[in-house]
């Protein structure tokens, strides 16, 4: 049978079908594939066709392995990265308890994440040192790390169903900026550590060969182009959404798989499955003897309820884990000793101490990015806290939609248009209203919208100065405004460098809390509402705006 006779048969499979391998005694392999769990082991919401559902869970995604792996033939189960942060599950266990279900889950192969760094490599070298699935990448260069030295291989070469199988690992770069490293790590060039591994594996003989990458979708697509000798890229970091679901909630940014021509005009398919075990990627392979891809199926599953249910073992052992996260929720991280005020009313329509307060915990948490600007939309802070103690649970309480931060380069013009969308809807009190960290703007609500930011300026070491809308500036924002949430188009179409950290806004802010220990803070004069309304203003608002440079 021809190759595309056998992609066209591929079609009518079902979600358990087989028998790709009985063409022409081709090899099958199965590859079933996250990326970016981030401590998700407790399933989380999501808005499907309006309904409120819960999606994954680690007890869940357990119970489809095991389907998967009794219906399928030569399964591979493998890990993209990022297993580390964004639930208080890593707080309470740093990773431990991920490591346990992961072995439950049968996992062969993990590359390393940016965020697996987050503790520095002593706490990650604990965790590879138990691992029972190889970790892997081939950009690290570990030489002057000892720790580390020795439990990260470039590659690893698994059997299954008798053959070879080689998995190369890489990891993004913007680690060395956006994680804890230290000193003693180094990240290489991702495509020529990648294509040397290919070349070794090649050299011993290994002909089906998976890319486990942590560059992010985009990276992905230009490594398939300039990469020789891999069939697949399973990727993560980016977080993104390939395939095709009936819900209008989900917007993929391409097909599952993708594919992409590599220099020699053959086909390499790219693959990512989302985030938190919200989708499990599950690709189904035909290699000729040669190793040559002749034919591919691939579904990423949404994880809803009647997908699979949850293993009632798996759902036992997590409830043991979360006794301590719950009463993890109760413990102190700083006391306020003012009001921080998160009123609907006001984190929308003017500066607000808490969102002021917030926002510079987005600068401090990505300072090693060289973030100079924070902005976060008013409709991402759901509650004010009361003068006292700072719990857990009322950080998580006041961001609670899990959001991560996200560091992006911004033309001067692109922050102006930012502002004045968030102005745009002031009068309907929308949650697009930004409150901002390293710069101040005023706006006047007697001009039109589109056309209302009539001053804005940025701190700089000699004070305020004016933004300058040629420039180029580094800004912290969150990943909802960065994908164009609440009107942000400029921030999704801006073309500059952006990088999704991975750090959960919450954490982040509670971090930060933790840094300062006591809390008293005021308005500064971010924001001034020029022409505003009479009675608009609550009693909430009492300052003097300081003197703006160059009024």
């Known amino acids: 049978m021809k190759r595309r006779a056998l992609l066209k048969a591929g079609a009518a499979w079902g979600v358990l079908g087989l028998g790709l391998g009985r063409a022409q005694g081709a090899f099958t392999l199965t590859l079933v594939h996250t990326n970016d769990t981030h401590a998700h082991l407790e399933p989380t919401e999501l808005t499907l066709s309006g309904q409120r559902v819960r999606v994954g869970g680690v007890a869940q995604r357990i119970a489809f392995f095991d389907r998967l792996r009794t219906a399928r033939r030569n399964v591979l189960f493998l890990d993209a990265g ?188 790219v693959v990512q499955a989302w985030e938190w075990g919200k989708v499990v990627g599950v690709l189904e392979l035909a290699f000729d003897a040669r190793g040559e891809l002749v034919a591919y199926k691939g579904e990423p599953f949404l994880m809803t309820p009647e997908v699979s249910p949850e293993d009632f073992f798996a759902r036992e052992a997590l409830l043991a884990y979360a006794a301590p996260v719950r009463a993890l929720m109760g413990q102190v991280v700083a006391e306020a000793r003012v009001d921080l005020v998160g009123e609907r009313e006001v984190v929308r329509r003017r500066e607000s101490n808490l969102g002021n307060l917030i926002a510079d915990g987005m600068l401090w948490k990505t300072r090693g990015a060289g973030t100079q600007i924070a902005l976060q939309n008013g409709g991402g802070i759901r509650a004010s806290i009361p003068r006292g103690p700072i719990t857990v649970a009322k950080v998580y309480e006041v961001l609670p939609f899990g959001n991560t931060l996200v560091v992006m380069d911004l033309k001067g013009r692109e922050i102006k248009a930012a502002l004045e969308n968030g102005v745009s809807q002031w009068e309907g009190t929308a949650g697009r209203f930004l409150q901002v960290a390293g710069l101040r703007y005023a706006f006047d609500l007697s001009r039109p919208a589109g056309d209302r930011v009539v001053r804005v300026e940025v701190r700089t070491e000699r004070g305020f100065v004016p933004l300058d809308l040629e420039a180029t500036y580094r800004v912290v924002v969150n990943n909802f405004i960065a994908a164009g949430g609440d009107g942000f188009a400029v921030l999704r179409d801006a073309q500059g460098y952006r990088v999704d950290t991975g750090f959960a806004d919450a954490e982040a802010f509670m971090e930060y809390l933790g840094e300062l220990r006591a809390v008293e803070v005021v308005l500064e004069g971010r924001i001034e509402v020029l022409n505003e309304p009479r009675g608009r203003r609550p009693a909430y608002w009492a300052y003097r705006v300081p003197g703006w440079v160059g009024a």
């Open 82 to 269: 990022d297993v580390f942060q964004g639930t208080l599950y890593f707080n309470q266990y740093r990773g431990l308890a991920d490591r346990f279900f992961m072995h439950r889950a049968l996992y062969r192969v993990m590359a390393l994440g940016n965020h697996e760094f987050n503790l520095g490599p002593g706490h990650l070298a604990e965790f590879v040192r138990g691992a029972r699935f190889q970790v892997v990448s081939a950009n690290l260069g570990l030489e002057r790390e000892p720790r580390l030295k020795g439990l990260v291989a470039p590659f690893a070469v698994v059997s299954v169903g008798g053959e070879r199988v080689g998995v190369v690992g890489l990891t993004t770069p913007d680690t060395a900026v956006i994680s804890n490293p230290g000193p003693t790590v180094d990240f290489l060039d991702p495509y020529e550590s990648a294509q040397k591994a290919v070349y070794e594996l090649l050299r011993r003989g290994v002909n089906k060969i998976v890319v486990l990458s942590h560059l992010g979708y985009g990276e992905d697509l230009r490594l398939a182009r300039r990469l020789v000798g891999a069939q697949v890229i399973v990727g993560g970091h980016s977080h993104t959404l390939l395939g095709s679901f009936p819900h209008r909630e989900l917007s993929p940014a391409g097909p599952y798989p993708t594919v992409v021509k590599n220099p020699e005009g053959k086909d390499v398919l």
